[in-house]
């Protein structure tokens, strides 16, 4: 995060301004897309275009970001299971969900990391280690539940 620059995030700015909107604009066939390939295709989703896509609209938007911040462990793996279990599974909700949840848990952590020693900063990896085991923990011993 001391790495970040105003000229680099008004990159990651630009190319979210862009993704961000071509993403929501697909939500509703994810959402359709949830209950299966043969239901979305009745319902006229074209699936392999939006599966392709989604993963190309997706991908320049992460690698901008971690090509510009860096690779953060983590907050996009812990930030949209909290959105999940807070807001539900509606796409047009989790995807502004889990942007606006993950940037919080990132600047908290990156708060933390240098509250907790200062002067000493702790790498904020860390941090987000420390809230992302714990629920991941969580969400195993749930699933576990729910088949058992």
Not at 35 to 41: C, F, H, I, L, S
Not at 54 to 78: D, E, H, P, W
Request: glycine share 10%; hydrophobic share 55%; aromatic share 8%.
């Amino acid at each position: 995060m001391g790495k970040v620059t105003w000229s680099k995030l008004s990159v990651v700015a630009i190319v979210s301004a862009c993704s961000i909107p071509l993403l929501l604009w697909k939500s509703w066939d994810l959402n359709v897309m949830g209950a299966g390939d043969e239901v979305a295709e009745s319902l006229g989703v074209n699936v392999e275009h939006t599966r392709v896509f989604i993963m190309v609209v997706a991908s320049i938007l992460i690698a901008s970001i971690v090509c510009f911040t860096g690779t953060i462990g983590f907050i996009g793996l812990v930030a949209p299971h909290i959105v999940r279990i807070v807001i539900g599974a509606d796409h047009r909700f989790a995807i502004p969900g889990s942007g606006i949840t993950g940037a919080l848990l990132l600047v908290g952590a990156d708060v933390m990391a240098m509250q907790i020693m200062a002067p000493v900063i702790i790498p904020i990896g860390v941090m987000t280690a420390f809230m992302g085991v714990p629920l991941f923990f969580y969400l195993i011993m749930r699933r576990r539940r729910e088949h058992f």
